[in-house]
């Protein structure tokens, strides 16, 4: 199963990718921060993963950090995801939420960017230690 942990970082990768393409008018700010949502889920659950823990299937991500966070230290920076959190049940649904705005999306990319640099750092670290 630890080699799974491969797949679910590429996945998160991809998901980042797509998070970032602003292309045109008919992308909604919305739909890409599900994307940066998604990419930090996959993320946190590849890291996991990557530790033998099969995560929970959950789509909340201060429950994964939490259950994290009973086998290593996570900075306090990363719990900044708690704003991606909604992007991943009422993104979901048109007219559940208020239009997203340019600013609040820029917001979402720094921090799955973040979470996710720290992610591929700390398992970088733990690779080069054994």
């Not at 679910?8 to 940066?36: N, R």
């Not at 290593?72 to 708690?82: F, L, R, S």
Request: hydrophobic fraction near 40%; charge should be neutral; proline fraction near 4%.
């Amino acid at each position: 199963m630890k080699s799974n942990y491969k797949i679910w970082l590429d996945s998160a990768k991809s998901s980042l990718a797509i998070s970032k393409k602003k292309t045109g008018g008919d992308i909604l700010f919305e739909d890409l921060c599900f994307q940066a949502q998604l990419a930090v889920e996959k993320a946190i659950k590849g890291l996991l993963i990557f530790y033998g823990i099969n995560p929970k299937k959950t789509n909340n991500l201060i429950l994964l950090i939490r259950e994290l966070e009973n086998y290593i230290a996570v900075p306090d920076e990363i719990n900044d995801i708690a704003v991606l959190n909604d992007y991943a049940v009422q993104a979901r649904s048109p007219g559940n939420y208020p239009p997203v705005q340019a600013d609040e999306y820029k917001e979402a990319i720094r921090v799955a960017e973040n979470c996710i640099e720290w992610i591929k750092n700390k398992i970088k670290s733990l690779e080069n230690n054994n």
